[in-house]
């Protein structure tokens, strides 16, 4: 079965980092590019950026560039979303979600998501 | 940077309504949109894509419409299961956007 499996739920403090991941089965990984989505709390989805897990390229939205960092390790299918220093403001469900390869580049396949709650 | 509006915001239909959802987008964008369905809790999946291309296994009741900066999706008769936040979503050249999203609920 093609899916994207996420990363568990974290809870962290103002401040602090965190990696959470996004893995890929049953497809080639490296054929599709991967995305980042934000939705906090009651609110709708915001796109953040995406990459190409060939070769690492990304390109970010503008709200989000500088304020997380997106990567992947295509040895073990995985992608990356980091953050070096947490805010209060980043609480949200970040879902990643497989980019349809081909001339139309829909999310044809999403994560389950990973909560991140972040106190200050 | 693409500003997707939608509208309305929130929908109040009944089982066997038809129902239209408007999306516009702040620039011309051909065909390049799609169309997801979330319900709480849940994440996002995908209906519709290239404005009008059904995906694989969502039911023949959803349609999309529209080409440039005017789009639609239409629910032909609303079954109970479609109750549900939808989103539109461009995504011309490296980026994608979405609008803010249309509640829809029961009369």
């Known amino acids: 079965e093609v899916q994207v499996v996420q990363s568990g739920a974290e809870v962290k403090k103002s401040g602090e980092s965190l990696k959470i991941s996004c893995k890929g089965f049953?497809?080639?990984?490296?054929?599709?590019?991967i995305t980042w989505v934000r939705q906090m709390p009651g609110k709708g989805l915001e796109w953040m950026g995406r990459i190409d897990p060939e070769d690492s390229y990304t390109n970010y939205s503008p709200s989000f560039q500088g304020h997380v960092t997106m990567s992947v390790d295509k040895s073990i299918n995985t992608a990356y979303l980091q953050w070096s220093s947490l805010k209060a403001s980043d609480t949200a469900m970040y879902y990643c979600?497989?980019?349809?390869?081909?001339?139309?580049?829909?999310?044809?396949?999403w994560g389950q998501g990973t909560m991140v709650t972040v106190s200050s | 940077d693409f500003q997707m509006t939608q509208s309305p915001s929130t929908l109040s239909a009944s089982v066997g309504d038809r129902v239209t959802i408007t999306c516009r987008a702040s620039q011309t964008i051909s065909t390049w949109l799609a169309w997801y369905q979330q319900k709480p809790g849940k994440a996002p999946k995908l209906l519709i894509y290239a404005a009008s291309d059904l995906e694989s296994g969502v039911p023949s009741r959803f349609s999309g419409s529209g080409s440039g900066t005017e789009f639609t999706l239409t629910i032909s008769s609303l079954q109970p299961d479609d109750f549900a936040t939808y989103y539109c979503q461009q995504y011309n050249t490296y980026s994608w956007t979405f609008g803010q999203g249309t509640k829809v609920e029961v009369k």
């Open positions: 979600a497989r980019l349809r390869f081909g001339v139309h580049k829909p999310c044809d396949i």
């Open positions: 049953g497809y080639s990984f490296t054929s599709h590019w």
